[in-house]
């Protein structure tokens, strides 16, 4: 079933700042390790971090059990979430950051792609693997044809420029962006998604996605908590009506929380957002959505971030 304890528990931690719940490594398309991850949440003096990289949990496999976990800090101190909750209140806090695994995935939801974050508390993420091996081959078949797309537009890059490696189990196309980048056909990695790589434009190649509520099942199933990450991108934020009929629509058919709080969400949008959630008694994030140097003005939060940053951002 879903975790609704855990969503709570990350709207508290939303409100009292010190955190960053959206953050990808090498293991999907960050230019950051998940340890230097860790060691830039530990350098900003975060209680706590969450990694979430698309559509793969390799990069959480190899930090798990190096560093502490939500479920393993509860179960070591014998408390709950109520207890936790205090202790960072009061600035009790001896391990941080402690790290919530997570994911994010691409889903279908009412005919549009959106993106899910998915949160746990610990070890139960590994359950989520034969699920996600699914995604990766898909994400290979759209890379297939995102290589064939660009070689009909004479840019030669290479064929298996976007085959997996250990180091990075996942890619697509941010790596795609840093060839062209690094190719000198763009300037930056904005303009390759601006010209080639962003829906509706020359090279953007659809990838099959699974539908919301099929993701929803698999997060229940695995006891994790879903959280709709940057609503603002969908343009739901055009109108108060809109966000409305399709956060409402969402918690329908499940459970689910609101990232409110993002790098590139105006002020705006963040307190439409967050009014919302309030009004409709949901759980709600803040994330930097940071993928070190491959995403511009996604700095990972720091322990000078708190709500009212957030909202100071833009």
């Not at 996604?298 to 322990?303: G, N």
């Amino acid at each position: 079933m879903i975790h609704q304890e855990l969503g709570l528990f990350l709207r508290d931690i939303t409100d009292l700042g010190k955190i960053d719940l959206h953050s990808h490594s090498t293991a999907s398309d960050s230019s950051t390790t998940p340890d230097e991850v860790m060691q830039l949440a530990t350098t900003n003096q975060l209680n706590f971090i969450a990694l979430t990289d698309h559509d793969t949990i390799d990069g959480i496999t190899t930090i798990i059990d190096q560093y502490p976990t939500l479920e393993k800090f509860l179960q070591n101190s014998k408390k709950d979430y109520s207890w936790l909750l205090e202790q960072i209140k009061l600035d009790l806090l001896p391990d941080n950051p402690l790290l919530i695994p997570g994911v994010e995935l691409s889903v279908i939801f009412e005919n549009q792609e959106i993106h899910l974050l998915a949160y746990f508390s610990g070890q139960k993420i590994k359950n989520l693997n034969p699920f996600l091996e699914e995604q990766r081959t898909l994400r290979y078949q759209r890379n297939s044809r995102l290589i064939e797309r660009l070689h009909q537009l004479n840019i030669p890059i290479p064929e298996d420029e976007l085959e997996p490696t250990s180091d990075q189990p996942v890619t697509g196309r941010v790596k795609t962006a840093r060839w062209l980048l690094e190719n000198e056909y763009v300037t930056s990695i904005n303009q390759a998604f601006k010209e080639y790589l962003a829906e509706g434009k020359p090279a953007y190649v659809p990838r099959e996605r699974v539908s919301l509520e099929s993701a929803l099942e698999i997060i229940a199933a695995t006891e994790g908590f879903p959280v709709i990450a940057h609503p603002h991108q969908y343009g739901w934020c055009e109108s108060k009506q809109l966000l409305a009929q399709k956060i409402e629509k969402l918690t329908s058919l499940s459970q689910i929380g609101i990232e409110v709080y993002h790098s590139d969400a105006t002020l705006i949008q963040q307190k439409t957002l967050l009014n919302l959630a309030q009004e409709l008694n949901l759980p709600y994030t803040a994330g930097s959505d940071f993928h070190g140097i491959n995403k511009e003005k996604h700095e990972l939060y720091s322990c000078h971030d708190n709500p009212d940053n957030f909202y100071g951002k833009k």
